[in-house]
């Protein structure tokens, strides 16, 4: 089953390949699961990282996204160029899960209410208070089966905003450890008369929160002459959206015993619409601050600095933060040992091409990168050795060429 599920995907990989050659772009593919738990067939959105292969070992993080056909293509593009490998690579890349709705106000929310402006419609009321089923579907359904699919890591996000940031902190107080970390943007911490804002402060007295990862972003929703001072003291109905998210955020830093990781920020130029996208940004940099490997002209320059020593225990202490064996980008580590071998800084590539061929013994290219630097210390029974290990795997011009001609003897 397993095999067949990766001849699938691979076959759908293979046809967005195709698409982007006919002028097309696929970010990702729209797949179905029929719950039981909400009685109902429900879309789901994926997003696969590009770098992955149907003969890969590689698995990712997951992201998911509430109101997913809203955010999709914000937070998979955000995360593209954050995980790209020919920068300074800010976070992993990860597949993306958007959920798309089909009875939003029921699933996004905690409680049930008769009456909540600005809904004044019983019709839409009636459904209120399916947060938790909804929870449950997520838990339950939704997780097991994309595990069961798609190549992932255990380290999963839970992102959200408005009513989709209400669930966010739903689940965060209520069932912190479903996720690792959680993006709650400009929540609808109002609902039900604060119902859940007012469990916050005992929860986050009481619980233990080490491991966990929390992110708020604040729009600007104040009313023209306030600012987020004066409005505490406000007590109209217009300024209960922010009102009660500054008293969420100043609830989370009362309590720094927890063990929760946090930080909030108030975006002064961005409304409760457009804060979504830069919202997302800082989060992902905060989530993953210690992600990034800086590298200086002394790391390249300077023989005697052991680099890949540098990238072993980086990315030890990066795996311990996400709870999984996380390997260096085998790209980042070719480049690098070509550019050290070419400045015949030879056991400095050694280390890096080894790294590669540890983490990466399927590709034909780690291969084939370590029998050049064979071949530039003079060692043409190992160069030969690793050319030969790089064709079995993939035919490809490069070693071919290389083998041929020291066989040759030329």
Known sequence: MKKLILSVLAAFFSLCALAQKDNKVTIGTIDSIQSKILNEQRKIWIHVPNSWRADSKQRYPVLYLLDGDSHFSSIVGVIQHLSEVNGNTVCPEMIVVGIPNTDRIRDLTPTHVNAAPPYTDSLILKTTGGGERFVSFIEKELIPRIDS????????????????????MNVAINHTKLFNSYICIDPSMWWDQMNLLNTVPKSLKEKNFSGTTLYLGIANT???????????????????????????DQYIKEQKQNGLRYESKYYSNDDHGSVPLITEYDALRFIFDKYSFKISPKDIIDPKVDLANKFEKHYQEVSKMLGYKLSPPEDIINNLGCDVLVRKQYAKAEGLFKINVDNYPESYNVYDSYGDYFLAIGNKSKAIEYFKKALSIKENPESRKKLNKLSSGK
């Open 149 to 168: 699919l798609y190549p992932t890591q255990p380290y999963k996000i839970l992102t959200g905003h408005s009513f989709g940031g209400l669930t966010v």
């Open 222 to 248: 104040l009313r023209e002459g306030m600012d987020i001072t004066t409005v505490r003291s406000d007590t109209t109905k217009g300024t209960r959206h922010i009102r009660s998210i500054l008293n969420l």
